[in-house]
């Protein structure tokens, strides 16, 4: 197959990786992308502009923000592309349900649960809708495990919903203890939650510490993130507000983009906002 990734970040050129593995021809657009992405894109056909990667690809598969996921399907309608649209970003049900509605019948909803897929084992793209099967075979033999979830009346978008309920908790559960943090340092009880945690929850102060410099670099990423899981427990009827919350937690720690991992304690300054002026 010719397969177009849009676009090749981290999460990306892994994906990309699995399907150069399964002897398909990859390419990417190189329009407005950073120096970064050019290098992890460095094993990839290039064409200038999306409108140019879309009138060569059979499939396009869209692993960007979860921000920019409907933004990015729209400039791919204004291409005119045909072939089979996989998106495979973190997006709320409704909004892959907006997304299949401009792709029409060749969409594939995706979701992706994992780190980067470099190693085999790690990491699964799950698949919903009437062509899931045909496109988890296409990455046979990469390190991504494609797996094609049953079909049923679920507008074909199983797999956001699933990705959803899965990153509620990891990363939701990543930015409440961040938050407990930052209230007991706001409170000036850090050190003392810390030697209770010692007695009562060992290793948590450890785990705070590793949660930091695991997210530091991707949390502004999240805060979309976020954004969509709170639209999914809001359309199920479910209470969104702590979801809403955490993308706002996560948004407040965009100047770690793409920087070397932080220590708990410089989130925390980012997190923690003291007036000094007096007032």
Known sequence: MRVGVLHPGEMGASVAASLLAGDHQVAWSSAGRSAHSRTR?????????????????????????????????????ACAFEGFYVDANAIAPATAVEISQLMGA????????????????TTRLYLSGPHAATVAGWFQGGALEAIALPHAADNGVAAS???????AYTKGHSALLL???????????????????AQSLPGLSQRSEATAEAIS???????GEMEQISATFAECGLPAEFHSAAAELYARLSEFKDQPPASLDRLLEALVHVDNSGS
């Open 41 to 77: 894109a460095a094993a990839l056909q290039e064409f200038p502009q999306l409108d140019d990667l879309a009138a060569w690809a059979e499939v396009l598969i869209s692993v960007c923000p979860p921000a920019s996921a409907l933004a990015q399907a729209q400039a791919v309608r």
């Open 161 to 167: 919903a699933l990705k959803m309920a899965y990153a």
């Open 106 to 121: 060749a969409y594939v909803d995706g979701g992706i649960i994992g780190p980067p897929a470099w190693r085999a084992g």
């Open 179 to 197: 938050a407990v943090n930052a209230l007991a340092q706001s409170s000036g009880v850090l050190e003392s939650l810390r030697t209770e945690w």
């Open 217 to 223: 670099a991707k949390a502004w990423r999240f805060a």
